[in-house]
């Protein structure tokens, strides 16, 4: 069973659309994580969730907002696509914050033109 | 933002070569993890270091914490093919609720 699931995998879409990433752990795991990484492979925190409360929320364009139905999704909806949006999103969960181990899942390319 | 530098950026071998990888800082930090992340997934977790000077093997994998936790090296003996990957450190801070990563190490093991 794999442990951080997101989908989809890869997202192509246009300038100025709308779009939702999706993200399911079934670790029991009390904190997730939104990650971009660049293309240079930079990875970089966006927001990180503790029991559906949103902890941190590095600067990041208000166009993105991360929702937590419960603690064991974490879905990112991003509004008005831009083409500097274009990156890999890694999902990503603890069982608590700080040492704790990070999770990933597999990625979700978008890629907006 | 801290400042989490690795070294080399890049680096391509031979099979069955040595290297040592590096992340630098100028912060003290509670404790590092070391990942790596193939093409196409997510990083996955080598290694946590915890006390400085800590040293941990992990088969051919050597990895050591600087004596004053501001740094540290990840040494692999006699590299193989599916030691390719991009290596990232990852250290943390007390009271810290996320982890921020370093700018990676691009490793290619030649068959």
């Known amino acids: 069973d794999t442990a951080v699931s997101q989908t989809p995998k890869y997202l192509v879409t246009q300038m100025g659309n709308d779009k939702s990433i999706k993200c399911e752990q079934n670790l029991g795991h009390d904190t997730m994580y939104w990650y971009k990484q660049d293309s240079k492979k930079f990875l970089k925190i966006m927001f990180s969730y503790n029991n559906k409360e949103l902890i941190i929320n590095e600067t990041v364009p208000n166009r993105f907002s991360p929702k937590s139905p419960d603690k064991a999704h974490l879905n990112l909806h991003i509004n008005s696509l831009e083409l500097g949006d274009s990156a890999v999103y890694f999902c990503?969960?603890?069982?608590?914050?700080?040492?704790?181990?990070?999770?990933f899942g597999n990625g979700t390319r978008l890629t907006v033109t | 933002t801290q400042l989490l530098e690795q070294s080399p950026q890049f680096l391509s071998i031979q099979e069955g070569e040595n290297l040592t990888v590096y992340c630098n800082s100028s912060s003290v930090f509670s404790s590092l993890q070391w990942y790596r992340q193939e093409p196409g997934e997510g990083p996955v977790l080598l290694v946590t270091?915890?006390?400085?000077?800590e040293v941990k093997k992990l088969k051919r994998l050597t990895f050591q914490f600087g004596d004053a936790r501001k740094d540290s090296s990840l040494h692999i003996t006699a590299a193989q093919p599916g030691d390719t990957g991009l290596y990232l450190c990852a250290p943390s801070k007390t009271g810290a609720n996320n982890l921020f990563f370093g700018t990676g190490t691009r490793l290619t093991v030649i068959p």
């Open positions: 990503a969960s603890s069982q608590e914050g700080g040492r704790s181990p990070l999770h």
């Open positions: 270091v915890v006390t400085g000077g």
